[in-house]
């Protein structure tokens, strides 16, 4: 563009800001040209047609506006806390009336851990449960929580119960060879007493 030469805008187009939003282009005109003379280069660049970019694509827009998908996380990470919920609900199916669901959540944890502290707590649990309706399947939940290796201050007590189910379960000769066990076991046990009832009973 030669100096003194001028650019306007057609009065007739729309303004930059209503083209871009309506997306139409906007055209820049020169001035008029004498008959057979060239046009300027400059005013064939501005005759260009201005074209408004897009931001983003359809798809990015798509793809930014999708929640990503979550990996599955599992609820049971460790078997201790699998363990420890299925004694959780053993006790509240028994608070609740339901022995039978109860004692299959108890046979349950025993089997997946039949040694250590989980099956320890379910077998006296099972025990305690069995009592007074099934004392011979007390005497045998308590004689396999006694194998699985319970804590020191759940082993005393199982050994009592134990001596207590097999004489109700009409087993003397057991009751007694549960009895010698817990007296030499613990032969200072606070419980030495109650022991010796049911042996002693007729």
Do not use: C
Not at 70 to 82: E, F, H, I, K, T
Not at 116 to 126: C, E, F, H, N, P
Request: aromatic share 2%; no cysteine.
């Amino acid at each position: 563009m030669r100096a003194g030469d001028e650019l306007y805008v057609d009065r007739q187009q729309p303004s930059a800001a209503a083209a871009l939003s309506a997306r139409e282009p906007l055209r820049v005109t020169n001035p008029p040209v004498p008959p057979g003379a060239a046009p300027p280069a400059a005013a064939k660049q501005a005759a260009a047609v201005i074209q408004p970019q897009p931001t983003s694509q359809p798809s990015e827009l798509a793809a930014a506006s999708t929640p990503r998908a979550r990996l599955p996380v599992s609820a049971d990470a460790r078997p201790g806390d699998q363990l420890s919920r299925m004694l959780e609900r053993a006790d509240a199916a028994r608070r609740a009336g339901d022995l039978s669901q109860a004692r299959e959540l108890l046979q349950q944890v025993i089997r997946v851990a039949p040694r250590g502290q989980y099956a320890a707590i379910a077998g006296l649990t099972l025990g305690r449960m069995l009592m007074l309706t099934q004392p011979a399947g007390a005497a045998q939940a308590l004689r396999a929580a006694l194998t699985a290796a319970p804590p020191a201050d759940l082993r005393e007590d199982m050994m009592v119960r134990l001596v207590e189910a097999e004489a109700r379960a009409g087993q003397p000769e057991r009751a007694r060879n549960a009895a010698a066990a817990y007296r030499q076991a613990f032969p200072h046990g606070i419980r030495r007493a109650e022991v010796a009832r049911w042996v002693e009973s007729p």
